[in-house]
Nanobody, 124 residues
């Protein structure tokens, strides 16, 4: 599967932004999906994950209550709605897919496919 994230940009603190991730192929609805982020020189950090159906999601503590992951399996799209953005949310955001969806997975090495990232910059 090929993934492509989009929707990043420059926003001010307190603003909202929605990221999208388009997936190719006809098996998107079977994958667990996730969002990670990475600042320059840093490790890839877990942000959110959502199960195949979209009914179950899990968030990293720094974004809990501010970010919401969702998906549209008919359109092969994954979303990350980000609100009350903070300067520390500045990063390149990546979407990822995992073939096996049995548990909640928050480590980057647990995901099989990655898209090219999209840069989110939050100014203070």
């Amino acid at each position: 599967v090929q993934l492509q994230a989009s929707g990043g940009g420059l926003v001010q603190a307190g603003d909202s932004l929605r990221l999208s991730c388009a997936a190719s192929g006809d098996t998107f609805s079977t994958y667990r999906m996730a969002w990670f982020r990475q600042v320059s020189g840093g490790e890839r950090e877990f942000v959110a994950t959502i199960n195949w159906s979209g009914y179950s999601s899990w968030y990293a503590d720094p974004v809990k209550g501010r970010f919401t992951a969702s998906r549209d399996n008919e359109k092969n799209l994954l979303y990350l709605q980000m609100s009350i953005l903070k300067p520390e949310d500045t990063a390149v955001y990546y979407c990822a897919a995992r073939l096996s969806d049995i548990n909640v997975y928050t480590r980057s090495q647990e995901y099989d496919y990655w898209g090219r990232g999209t840069l989110v910059t939050v100014s203070s």
